[in-house]
């Protein structure tokens, strides 16, 4: 398993402590300016400036210092909150021609690759004050990554077809109670000859304030962590074919 980031409380206070800190001294300067107070303005801007600039090489220095990780089927990612975690891990992979009923099939460009997503709260990992009351997970990004590094969206058109064959997956999104899990279908259509697929379930990489945070796999530099699946071959079937359980 991995957990990311690694010490989210501590991390996460560190944040907050920075982020207060550089604010409080900045408006101590902008006060003191405007009363002209030149060296109590001087000295809490160097405050301000000091505290960025400590977290900022503290932030870059472990991210430098990351490595990759992928993990093997089965194995779990951790999105670490301040009292809960959540969990994925990939429970199956798949890989097909064609997929939806017969009267309805969609074909892939390459081969469509299944991948079967497990979410899961662990009640481990909560708060003894924390109850039973649903958690709704933050929005999570999902891209499949082969082995020279491209990135590939999931298939609207191949999960339209799945969900006609197999119903409608549950979203990333769905809420759960502490111990709840749930497995979603994500389809991707990629090139018939890429290998080495791993999965990426990440924060959006749009969302700024995780890559402020330490150790957290968005900050600027650092390496992700993946979710391996096991080599798939396409097959011409139009049936869908299990790889592994």
């Given at each position: 398993m991995a957990f990311m980031p690694d010490h989210a409380p501590l991390v996460i206070l560190m944040f907050l402590g920075a982020v207060g800190v550089t604010g409080f001294a900045a408006v101590v300067a902008v006060v003191a300016g405007v009363l002209r107070r030149k060296w109590i303005a001087l000295g809490s801007a160097g405050a301000a400036v000091a505290t960025a600039g400590v977290y900022a090489l503290v932030l870059t220095a472990v991210s430098v210092t990351s490595y990759q990780v992928t993990l093997p089927p089965g194995d779990w990612k951790y999105f670490c909150e301040v009292d809960c975690h959540i969990a994925y891990s990939i429970a199956g992979v798949q890989t097909a021609a064609q997929l939806g009923p017969q009267s309805r099939q969609v074909s892939a460009q390459g081969r469509f690759v299944v991948v079967r997503l497990k979410t899961w709260f662990d009640e481990h990992s909560i708060a003894p004050w924390r109850g039973n009351a649903p958690l709704v997970t933050g929005?999570?990004?999902?891209?499949?990554?082969?082995?020279?590094?491209?990135?590939?969206?999931?298939?609207?058109?191949?999960?339209?077809?799945?969900?006609?064959?197999?119903?409608?997956?549950?979203?990333?999104?769905?809420?759960?109670?502490?111990?709840?899990?749930?497995?979603?279908?994500?389809?991707?259509?990629v090139p018939a000859?890429?290998?080495?697929?791993?999965?990426?379930?990440s924060d959006p990489d749009d969302d700024w304030i995780s890559s402020l945070i330490i150790d957290h796999e968005n900050s600027y530099l650092h390496k992700k962590i993946y979710l391996g699946l096991e080599p798939a071959p396409a097959v011409s079937s139009t049936k869908v074919v299990d790889v592994f359980h």
């Open positions: 929005e999570r990004q999902v891209v499949l990554v082969d082995g020279a590094g491209r990135r590939y969206e999931p298939s609207a058109s191949g999960a339209a077809a799945l969900g006609r064959a197999e119903g409608a997956a549950p979203a990333l999104s769905q809420a759960l109670r502490p111990g709840e899990s749930f497995t979603t279908s994500l389809v991707f259509d000859e890429v290998r080495n697929l791993r999965l990426l379930v």
